[in-house]
Structure formats: C-alpha cells, structure tokens
C-alpha cells in the first residue's frame, strides 16, 4: 500500500456530493463517501423561509464546502491512506449551475444583506424560471444569423449561463451590480481549492457561447439583448478559458486544513459531471454514444468535425475530450419522472419491496403495447431535441382498469422513446452511433429499464464498469494533472488506457418486442411532433393560465 498513488475524484451532483478514492495505476476504487446537501434543492422557499416562484431550482454553495468537509476525510480514512498517497484530485460538477459572487469568491447569498434575495443564490442547471430570456437570445440571434446558434442545435436554454444571468439583471438589477462575477459552479470551486479563479472550457462551450477559436459571444450581441449586458463578459466573467486535464492549481493551506489533503496537491481544471463519464466508461473514438442516466439523462457522442444537429445541447471543440468535438443532447427528466410517480402515486414499500422494486417487477410480466398506455416524456420540459421547457408530461390510453405497473412500465418507455428520437436526430445530420454505452443510478438499479431501451432502440448496450462514473472521470483528469512525474498522466487517453472500461454484463434487444416498439414509436413521434411543433399548444396556454392565476411572470413574456 505505501507505494500506491491514489487520485481522488469529487462529485457535486443534483442532491449529493461525492468523494472517491481510486487507484491511479489501475482505476480500482478504493473507498467513496457521500454528503447529502443538507438544503437539497431550494425548489419552494429559501432557508429563511421566502417563498420561491415556479420552475426555480436554487443550491446553498455552504453545502459545497460541507461536502469537502465531511467526505474527503472520511474517504482517507476508511482507505488507510496517508495525504502524502494522493497525487492530485479533480472536480465534476453539474451545468449550467451558476452564482454571483463578490471578488473574493464570496456567494451573495452567504452575505446577510443578500441572504433573502433568491438570485443571489446559485442557480441549478434545472432552474427553468428564465425561459424569457433564453426565447429572447433565441429571438435576436436569429434575426442577427449568429454563427455560434448552429452550435447549440438552433436554440439556447433557459437551463444555460445567459439565460441565467439576464434573468438576475432584469428581476434583481442590485444583485447584478453587486456581483464583480458570475460563475459556473464547478468553476467556483476550483477557485475555492486554489485560491485561482478558473474558468473550464468545457463549461464555457457548453454553455455560456464560448468557442476555442472565437472566444465568447460579441458584444454587439449582448448590447443588442440589454445595453446593460454588453460588458458582462469584460467586468464579470474571467475571459481565459483553460482545456479539460490542465493544472488549474494547488490546493491551498486552507483547503488542506479542511480537506486531511496535502497542500500543494495538484487539482486540475473542473468538467461537467457528465462528461466525465466517458472517459470512465473506456471511450476514447467516434460512434459510441454514451447515456448518463440519473435524474435527468445526458447523451454524449463524440466526432471528428463540427455539424450542425437540431435541437442538440452543443457541441464544442475539445469539449470532453481533447482532439474531439463532443456533441451533446439531452433528456430534461428520466429518474425524475419516475421518482415523481413513486413518490405521489405509490407507498414507500409495498410488499416487502421498495416501490421501484415492486412496479418493476409487475411491469416486467407486460409485454410491449399490452397496456394500451403512450407517454410523452416531458414532466419537466424537453431538452432535445424540441428544446422547449414549457412542453408537460402526457399519458395516452388510460382506463378505470389501468394499473400503476402499466403506468410505470409506460413512462419508462416514454423516456426510452425520447432516447431513440435523440440518436435517431444525430444520424439524421450525420453524426454515426454504432454503440450504445450507459453508466449512471437508473443504469445501475433498474434492469427492466435498461432492457426496454435496448428493446426500443434495437441496440446493445454497454455498461461502464464504475458505479460512480463522473466521480472516476474526475479522478481521472485529477491524475492528469499530476502528470507522470507526479505519479500519474501526460495525457487523458493513457488514463483512459488504464483507468476505464466496461463490464462484461451487455443487454441485447428482443427482436421481437422491437418490431413492437417500431409501431408504437411511430405514434409516439406523431404526438410528439403535434404537442411539440406548434400543431397544439395547449401545454403552454395551460402553463401560461398555471402562471396566470398564481400571480406569477409568464414564461412566453419577452425580456426587457
């Protein structure tokens, strides 16, 4: 044990962080532990009781630094390995999760002048309540023929940094000028374990309309959005953007107080928590598609040149893997859905099972179409490929004799279905996907789903071999910057040689319940392009009426 160096991973997902502590010669994983944010997500009231409109989704960055606090320790601790072992560390974080911070780094919301104004808080990635601005940047970039808008699929979300930003302009322009910056989370905390701000590049692309070659969005853009925007980028955002497996710095002597590391320890530049994904999963080449499956589910494929794909997240040069354009899609909810309908529709336990366990296991004995039941997956809006968060879940064929299980195994396919119109959309404009990877809690817990995707998309797929799959890939660039002659990588890839792969367990598809799905499907897409295409917008006149009657802003209003 005293010769092994070891690489720690850090995780900041939707309700937990993580640590994880792995074998930097051979990716085996040593000991994890998880802190669940004590404030969760701040979806209905702030801490101090203020009441939140709908479709906010706020975090307490203290749970950040909790999650340092309470996991990296213990991780050392139950492994038996010294500080000293660890030869660098790295962060995945999700995105678009951003904040407003003093010049120092300090959150708005950690100041008690701001602690009651809910954009001083950090905005989480499903935060949807800037649906204005984001049509309204859809809007004006259209009719400017904006280069860059091909590159977010022909739309930009209200989900991203932009939105996000115009938002606390336009609602609370005193937070707005009290920030010196406006940053994404993963971001952030580098700057808290370095003391170096850092801005990732993947972040950047992804989204905040940053381009390796063109730099950030012009000005006249952003004037033309809001005189008021047109030196965001110059006096609130840090304009030097580093590549994914760069040194971001060291940790501090803080930090090192905080965390039993060692100061000094190498930490490299954050990624998005997705991302990470494929480099745990082994995929280093073009044509495997990798789902992360959790709360909501990221598709992620990469290629050798830049297209233009409808609908699609991004894609951005370098942005998962360097040497690649990494493309990327979307589901707005998946394991949400299903937990939503655990939650509301269902007991904790049901005959000694869990729920999940139990519907999964009546679901299991139907065969494809036997319910009679079609779904629409867009109990919190659709990311890709419509990109529109104003579209609503929809269930299709119900009687007085439909049963939860039928329900269930219905919004699984919805979801499956969703998938398939996703890779479907990439191979339309030209981007291959020969295989199918997967990795991520759904993945993990649920064969009947996984079976049922296989079944709807006519694919095998792969699962990768770690459980914690983002928290391994930031293990992994975290050996990257420590380099060889620190213990680790000169380069992503030969970690990937090293550290990742899959399992021997692939789920193939039925053929027949394929032939199944392909009618079904076809119906799915009718609804799909009627509700989703402008054929009928009774979702968004029942959202609007939703907003209406609680007093709150209309997601359709145009922005100041």
């Known amino acids: 044990m005293a ?48 009441p939140l409109a709908p479709d906010w989704a706020l975090q307490n960055p203290s749970d950040y630094l909790e999650t340092l606090r309470q996991t990296v320790p213990a991780v050392l601790a139950s492994a038996g390995v010294p500080a000293a072992q660890v030869i660098g560390l790295g ?30 808080w950090v905005k989480l990635w499903k935060h949807h309540a800037a649906q204005p601005e984001a049509d309204k940047i859809n809007q004006v970039a259209s009719r400017r023929e904006e280069p860059w808008l091909a590159r977010y699929g022909g739309r930009y979300s209200s989900e991203w940094f932009f939105s996000k930003v115009w938002q606390i302009l336009n609602e609370a322009p005193e937070v707005y000028e009290a920030a010196d910056r406006m940053i994404e989370g993963g971001d ?13 590049l993947s972040a950047a692309g992804y989204k905040a309309i940053h381009d390796k070659r063109a730099g950030f969005v012009s000005r006249e853009f ?26 971001a710095g060291e940790l501090t002597p803080g930090m090192a107080e905080l965390t039993g590391l060692l100061a000094g320890t190498p930490v490299a530049v954050a990624t998005v928590d997705a991302h990470a994904s494929v480099p745990a999963a082994g995929i280093a080449d073009v044509g495997k598609l990798l789902m992360i499956m959790g709360t909501s589910i990221c598709h992620l494929v990469l290629g050798r040149e830049s297209r233009p794909v409808e609908g699609m997240c991004g894609v951005v040069e370098d942005g998962i893997l360097p040497g690649f ?8 909810g998946a394991g949400d859905i299903l937990a939503w309908f655990v939650r509301t529709w269902t007991p904790g336990e049901i005959e000694g099972r869990s729920a999940h366990e139990h519907l999964a296991h009546r679901a299991a004995n139907l065969k494809p179409g036997e319910s009679g039941l079609l779904a629409l997956d867009w109990w919190n809006g659709n990311r890709s490929v419509l990109v529109d968060t104003n579209l609503s879940g929809l269930i299709l064929g119900a009687t007085l004799k439909t049963t939860l299980a039928e329900l269930y195994r219905a919004l699984i ?17 030209g981007i291959g996907v020969r295989e199918l990877y997967a990795c991520g809690g759904m993945a993990e817990k649920n064969e009947l789903l996984m079976q049922i995707f296989s079944d709807v998309t006519g694919r095998s797929i792969k699962l990768a071999r770690s459980s914690q799959a983002s928290a391994l890939g930031a293990a992994m660039f975290g050996a990257v910057a420590a380099g060889r002659w620190g213990g680790g990588y000169d380069t992503i890839f030969q970690a990937i040689d090293r550290m990742g792969g899959v399992r021997d ?25 009627y509700f989703g ?28």
């Open 3 to 50: 010769d092994r160096k070891f690489a720690l991973g850090l995780d900041f997902g939707t309700e937990s962080g993580r640590a994880l502590l792995v074998d930097a010669a051979t990716g085996e994983e040593v000991s994890t532990q998880v802190y669940e944010y004590a404030d969760g997500v701040l979806d209905r009231e702030l801490p101090d009781g203020t």
């Open 91 to 120: 962060v995945d974080f999700t995105s678009c999760t951003m904040l407003p911070t003093d010049a120092e780094g300090t959150p708005l919301c950690l100041k008690p002048e701001w602690a009651g104004n809910p954009h001083a």
């Open 188 to 200: 952030w905390l580098i700057w808290q374990l370095t003391g170096r701000e850092t801005r990732s």
């Open 222 to 247: 952003l004037a033309e959005l809001d005189p008021r925007l047109e030196g965001v980028v110059a006096d609130k955002m840090m304009r030097k953007v580093s590549p994914l497996g760069e040194k």
């Open 325 to 332: 354009f990494g493309y990327e899609a979307g589901q707005s």
């Open 413 to 429: 396919e919805s979801i499956a279905f969703g998938t398939r119109i996703i890779i479907e959309n990439f191979e339309q404009y």
């Open 505 to 529: 367990k692939v789920y193939q598809p039925d053929p027949s319940d394929h032939a199944v799905y392909n009618d079904i499907f076809e119906d799915y897409v009718e609804l799909h392009d």
């Open 533 to 560: 295409r402008g054929a009928n917008d009774v979702m968004k006149r029942l959202r609007a009426l939703k907003a209406h009657e609680r007093g709150v802003r209309p997601q359709t209003d145009e922005c100041k």
